[in-house]
């Protein structure tokens, strides 16, 4: 199971960190990935971490802007979200296994940025 919070509302230039708990699998042993859905638009990949956190590839829309880390005692995975824009408006997931057959989402955790 994926939990995620610390979503809400901010103002444009704005920061807001989520948070995604996992439970029921071994949390260390995964990548994992933020991705977002805008109103009427498609799943779009965000960010992923490696397992040792050393790898952080972004999306060049969130290049600069967003930092994605983890905490494997914690069994946690974090966005930090920084400089918001409006296009930043989506509900958030996280997901474990992203890209194979078989991912986990969570239920998501909404961002919207409007002045």
């Known amino acids: 199971q994926l939990v995620e919070s610390g979503g809400g509302s901010a103002q444009p230039g704005g920061s807001l960190r989520l948070s995604c708990v996992a439970s029921?699998?071994?949390?260390?042993?995964?990548?994992m990935t933020w991705v977002r859905q805008a109103p009427g638009k498609g799943l779009e990949w965000v960010s992923s971490?490696?397992?040792?956190?050393?790898?952080?590839p972004y999306d060049n829309s969130v290049k600069g802007r967003f930092t994605i880390s983890r905490d494997n005692a914690k069994k946690t995975v974090y966005l930090q979200m920084d400089s918001l824009k409006p296009e930043d408006t989506a509900m958030y997931y996280c997901v474990k296994a992203w890209g194979t057959g078989s991912p986990l989402r969570g239920q998501g955790t909404q961002v919207t940025v409007s002045s």
């Open positions: 029921g699998f071994t949390f260390s042993n995964y990548d």
């Open positions: 971490i490696s397992t040792d956190g050393r790898s952080t």
